[in-house]
């Protein structure tokens, strides 16, 4: 089922999440909405604050990037141990162990603020430690694209948009539309959810 997507404005971005305990039948169903509703929106990937939920848990798939990974050379967007990137991911409760010093800067979206793309620093590598959906812990070291995903989408456990990274120039430069988005005068291709406390 295709889960309407909060945006900018919305309490629950900004909150941080709960350690996810068990998946049960539910939290797997959860799952299986928010890979339907990432690949819907055409997203790299999707956080479950993202769908109105608070586990820490989040969906990932870089294959619409693959062509342009192949390009650049895959291994350098790669993961160690090697992460199979034609398919979904899911990442429950990942803590980042460790990130590279040097960082790298790229052009970012966020399927909650649509219509905004910023360039954003990141560390160039981190090691992530997270489970699977059958709560095995593994650990990968992802540098390129997959990394900056990885921790664009770990940020919205913590309750941090991409927004809040980007200079302060560009922060003043968007807050007009940022706030015409808090207050809901905002499209999407794409079903979103509009919760806001001005709508209250
Ligand atoms: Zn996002």
């Given at each position: 089922m295709i889960l309407p997507i909060r945006i900018y404005?919305?309490?629950?971005?900004?909150?941080?999440?709960?350690?996810?305990?068990?998946?049960?039948?539910?939290?797997?169903t959860?799952?299986?909405?928010?890979?339907?509703t990432m690949y819907g929106a055409s997203?790299?990937?999707?956080?479950?604050?993202?769908?109105?939920r608070s586990e820490r848990l989040f969906v990932v798939d870089v294959s619409p990037l693959?062509?342009?990974?192949?390009?650049e050379g895959l291994e350098h967007h790669g993961a160690v141990p090697p992460l199979p990137l034609d398919r979904p991911h899911v990442f429950i409760n990942p803590e980042i162990l460790e990130s590279s010093e040097e960082e790298v800067e790229f052009e970012e979206g966020c399927l909650s603020i649509p219509g905004?793309?910023?360039?954003?620093?990141?560390?160039?590598?981190i090691r992530m430690r997270y489970?699977?959906?059958d709560m095995e812990t593994r650990e990968i070291e992802a540098s390129?694209?997959?990394?900056?995903v990885l921790q664009h989408e770990y940020d919205h456990l913590q309750g941090i948009l991409f927004t809040d990274l980007i200079s302060p120039f560009r922060q003043r430069m968007l807050r007009r539309r940022l706030r015409e988005m808090a207050r809901g005068n905002v499209q999407a291709d794409y079903p979103i959810h509009i919760e806001t406390?001005?709508?209250r």
């Open positions: 404005g919305d309490p629950i971005l900004t909150k941080p999440t709960q350690a996810v305990e068990t998946v049960d039948e539910e939290l797997r959860l799952i299986d909405d928010m890979i339907e997203g790299l990937g999707l956080a479950a604050p993202q769908v109105g693959l062509e342009e990974l192949e390009a905004i793309r910023e360039p954003v620093w990141r560390p160039e590598r489970m699977t959906p390129g694209m997959l990394a900056r406390p001005a709508r």
